[in-house]
């Protein structure tokens, strides 16, 4: 079955520090991939998307996230978290010829003064 | 303003009384998709739709229903709702298949 993972319900990292929040998925043939952000009481808003190309790719707030085909994962990473950047982070997947999305459970990124 | 509208916001009611959550969009996406979401189990997706009179179920179509009669708008029906239908429910639309979500704000439903 294809699926979206998000090892860790929770991330906590201190102010100032790089933020890494995992995603890895099982997909047939080559995956659209999405990270979204979920702040309270909102809907969820696009940070970035892989479609082909680099491997990096650069969103919105400072987000980044790697493609790594071989670990099949696209983790999202910051250099210096905000306190701002709490919130609940989606990774999402689009299988290849396939209109339905995936969505990960979510990680709730807490980041500490 | 480009915007993806859901109403009501907020609505409780009672099992087996029909009701209907609108969704519009003003950016003139073909795709739109409707999605609930539930404490640890992330975002589902119920239905969504590729253009006009065309939908298709997602992952959990049971006990909804939905339209396309125009390109603006998706509305969820829930026909005979139930107390496992509480939830927090998520329109969104998207220009093309590879383009990221639009995501309204949110309705959450309470089926007593």
């Known amino acids: 079955a294809q699926s979206v993972a998000q090892p860790e319900d929770q991330v906590n990292v201190a102010e100032g520090n790089p933020l890494t929040v995992k995603c890895t998925y099982s997909v047939s043939g080559n995956p659209y991939l999405f990270w979204y952000v979920q702040y309270p009481n909102r809907g969820l808003q696009f940070l970035l998307k892989?479609?082909?190309?680099?491997?990096l790719v650069k969103g919105s707030y400072g987000f980044e996230a790697e493609f790594n085909k071989s670990q099949t994962s696209f983790h999202l990473k910051k250099p210096s978290a905000l306190v701002s950047d709490s919130a609940l982070y989606f990774c999402a997947v689009r299988p290849f010829r396939d209109d339905k999305i995936i969505f990960g459970k979510g990680t709730r990124l807490h980041i500490l003064p | 303003e480009a915007q993806v509208t859901q109403n009501p916001r907020y609505l409780i009611t009672v099992t087996g009384k029909k009701l209907t959550v609108t969704c519009s969009q003003n950016?003139?996406?073909?795709?739109m998709s409707w999605y609930r979401q539930d404490p640890g189990l992330g975002l589902r997706q119920i239905y969504y739709s590729m253009n006009v009179e065309v939908t298709d179920k997602g992952d959990v179509p049971e006990g909804y229903k939905v339209s396309r009669k125009e390109k603006r708008n998706f509305p969820l029906i829930l026909e005979s709702p139930s107390p496992n239908q509480t939830s927090l429910y998520f329109c969104?639309?998207?220009?093309?298949?590879?383009?990221?979500?639009?995501f309204g704000d949110g309705t959450r439903l309470s089926i007593l």
């Open positions: 892989y479609i082909t190309g680099d491997n």
């Open positions: 950016m003139n996406h073909e795709y």
């Open positions: 969104a639309s998207r220009r093309g298949a590879n383009q990221p979500q639009h």
